[in-house]
């Protein structure tokens, strides 16, 4: 018989260093790729892998999250499928969740209602695709209360990651650190390190003795990463799962074994442009393990107005339905659902989010806009970034980032 397993989906947090996209969002909910919500793609990899009952707990600014799942998760009640949202039901004391480790306690009765023999517990916020399968495998096998599972990143780059250092057998994990600098490399290669991917599988009842003994530490953080991984890496009943490791259908040897945290605006930003590409870094035309999301009944992009310099056209980008481009040239960027662009207007580099319209002859560069935005006729935005931090969000790396209905000047 096959064994049973519950999948949790850990998507509460905040997302201060995406501000100002989750000022009114949960970081999970934040639109990635046109189409498609953060959340969407570790729901899509627990579905393709036919892992179909599945709890999302949520905390902060959850009511768009909330109501994405509920519309576009629905599986079969006839074989007992669910993905269901879970907020802070202050099950256990008049307290929200102080941890992701103290989401999964306060939420027992999810585990005990299943019994299941295995627990996935995954973020919401990562873009990847990974066929979990293949870590449950490995973790039985293992015998081990808990796999990590580990992406393989450069020695060189330990003090970015919390960093899985395993024993000479390369898969017994021997300490968890959180941005060492003095990291040590890899047996089989010594100028990796294994970056932890924040995705686990457990064994049920090692979870459930963890996470109980972690709520009675009063000093403890309460979270998964920083509590409950160091307390069985101590006990030597934790592995790590290779990512590398993971054949996902349909992959290329250009974007396999691809991941990326977005956790800031310039994470975020550089994840979109590795859609783009000829070959992308990230390929979302992978019919072979898709990325599901909502589907409303947009009508077709439409490109209008071949006359002189008034054409509209999309080079290097990826369009999304309703979006009616008029006169106007957009250049290596992704614009989501009924995005208008007007003639003489002219989008390089951008992300452009569900309702943003651009003004005749404006220019936009280089930017994040998120949802129902208006840039007015003529306006400048990305080309004199002096002039954008007066009044937008501005990157490090110089990505100008106007927030949701949030109004442009002239």
């Known amino acids: 018989m096959a064994a049973k397993v519950l999948a949790i989906v850990l998507a509460g947090g905040e997302g201060k260093r995406l501000m100002p996209l989750t000022t009114?969002?949960?970081?999970?909910?934040?639109?990635?790729?046109g189409m498609y919500r953060m959340v969407d793609f570790v729901l899509s990899n627990l579905a393709n892998a036919g892992y179909l009952k599945i709890v999302v707990l949520t905390q902060y600014k959850s009511h768009s999250l909330d109501r994405h799942i509920t519309k576009t998760w629905r599986m079969s009640t006839l074989l007992g499928n669910y993905v269901t949202p879970v907020p802070a039901q202050q099950r256990r004391?008049?307290?929200?969740?102080?941890?992701?480790?103290?989401?999964?306690?306060?939420?027992?009765n999810l585990i005990n209602d299943e019994q299941p023999d295995y627990v996935i517990v995954f973020g919401a916020d990562h873009i990847y695709r990974m066929d979990p399968r293949q870590m449950v495998e490995d973790h039985i096998a293992s015998g081990a209360a808990v796999t990590v599972a580990g992406i393989r990143q450069p020695l060189s780059m330990a003090d970015q990651f919390g960093v899985i250092e395993v024993g000479e057998d390369g898969k017994r994990i021997r300490a968890f650190r959180e941005k060492p600098t003095d990291a040590v490399g890899l047996p089989d290669a010594p100028d990796e390190i294994y970056a932890s991917m924040g995705n686990y599988v457990f064994t049920t009842r090692a979870l459930c003795e963890a996470v109980e003994r972690d709520a009675e530490d009063k000093s403890s953080k309460h979270d998964m990463g920083g509590s409950i991984i160091p307390m069985l890496v101590e006990r030597g009943d934790a592995n790590v799962y290779d990512f590398r490791d993971n054949e996902v259908p349909g992959s290329?040897?250009?974007d396999r074994g691809y991941w990326r945290d977005v956790g800031t605006l310039d994470s975020f930003y550089d994840a979109h442009m590795d859609l783009i590409n000829v070959h992308p870094v990230f390929n979302m035309y992978n019919f072979d393990w898709p990325i599901y999301t909502?589907?409303?009944?947009?009508?077709?992009?439409?490109f209008v107005h071949q006359w002189g310099e008034r054409v509209g056209r999309a080079v290097g980008s990826m369009v999304s339905p309703g979006v009616v481009i008029s006169g106007s040239l957009v250049e290596n960027s992704i614009v989501s659902p009924k995005v208008r662009v007007h003639s003489w207007a002219h989008v390089?580099?951008?992300?452009?989010?569900?309702?943003?319209?651009?003004?005749?002859?404006?220019?936009?560069?280089?930017?994040?806009?998120?949802?129902?935005?208006?840039?007015?006729?003529?306006?400048?935005?990305?080309?004199?970034?002096?002039?954008?931090?007066?009044?937008?969000?501005?990157?490090?790396?110089?990505?100008v980032v106007i927030g949701k209905g949030q109004k442009v000047v002239p």
């Not at 009114?24 to 790729?33: L, Q, S, W």
């Open 93 to 108: 004391g008049p307290w929200w969740f102080a941890g992701s480790a103290d989401a999964i306690y306060q939420s027992f």
């Open 252 to 254: 290329t040897d250009r």
């Open 348 to 399: 390089e580099g951008s992300v452009l989010m569900e309702g943003v319209e651009i003004g005749r002859h404006a220019v936009v560069r280089r930017a994040i806009l998120d949802k129902n935005v208006f840039v007015p006729e003529g306006v400048e935005i990305g080309v004199d970034l002096e002039k954008d931090r007066q009044r937008y969000t501005v990157s490090d790396n110089g990505i």
């Open 24 to 33: 009114d969002r949960a970081k999970p909910a934040v639109p990635f790729g």
């Open 294 to 302: 909502e589907q409303p009944p947009w009508p077709p992009a439409k």
